[in-house]
């Protein structure tokens, strides 16, 4: 089973600021990394697919980078709206599909 | 658009059972693997099972495998997860969700990304 660890387990921040969350996997994924924003009371969201594609409806200030074993989201100017939980998921070796353990964003 | 409804969550003891509903609106049902992923308390994010369009290919995580079933009933739009021999362990808000679909030069395959979801649907296991 492929293991992603995510770090920071959570974060402060204020609307405006940039944030880099990090993706580690215990062994190489190619580009197969998916990150989903989770919000209390809503339906998860796709962000980004295949490392760096961004999802349909997705703003530009959300991207996504990396290969192999080590990925990053970047949202570059943080709105109000974007304090949630962040997953990556890997899809390259499965069953089982596995997620990150998440990092938590807070005002 | 798109819509996943889930159902029959509640609170059950341990060694109980629970039957879970995803009803499917908005797109082709029968054309779709359908997934089933749980938020854990304190643990994140955990995928449960999946069935595919046709019910032949079928997974379940190694926590669930012997105590979990999953089927479908295309015509109802309609996907089930029978939950046997529910543990503590087992809490969690459950969702279901389908994945990408990508159709290059017309042939078209399900990636697994989740890119459409229900709400979810609570389940309690204690005593």
């Known amino acids: 089973e492929i293991v992603l660890t995510q770090s920071p387990d959570s974060l402060s921040l204020s609307p405006g600021e940039g944030v880099i969350l990090s993706c580690r996997a215990s062994q190489s994924v190619g580009t197969s990394v998916a990150w989903y924003q989770l919000k209390r009371g809503q339906a998860p969201r796709l962000l980004i697919y295949d490392a760096s594609t961004r999802a349909t409806g997705i703003p530009a200030r959300f991207s996504g980078s990396g290969s192999g074993t080590d990925f990053t989201l970047t949202i570059s100017s943080l709105e109000p709206e974007d304090f949630a939980v962040y997953y990556c998921q890997q899809c390259e070796d499965w069953p089982p599909l596995t997620f990150g353990g998440g990092t938590h964003m807070e005002i | 658009e798109v819509q996943l409804v889930e159902s029959g969550g509640g609170l059950a003891q341990p060694g109980w059972s629970l039957r879970l509903s995803c009803v499917a609106s908005g797109f082709k049902f029968e054309d779709y693997d359908i997934h089933w992923v749980r938020q854990v308390p304190g643990k994140g994010l955990e995928w449960v099972s999946v069935i595919s369009w046709n019910s032949v290919s079928i997974y379940y995580a190694d926590s669930v495998e012997g105590r979990f079933t999953i089927y479908r009933d295309n015509d109802q739009y309609s996907m089930y997860l029978q939950m046997n021999s529910l543990r503590t362990e087992d809490t969690g808000l459950y969702y279901c969700?389908?994945?990408?679909?990508?159709?290059?030069?017309?042939?078209?395959?399900?990636?697994?990304?989740?890119?459409?979801w229900g709400r979810g649907t609570l389940v309690t296991v204690s005593s």
């Open positions: 969700a389908t994945t990408l679909r990508r159709c290059p030069r017309g042939r078209c395959y399900q990636t697994n990304y989740f890119v459409n």
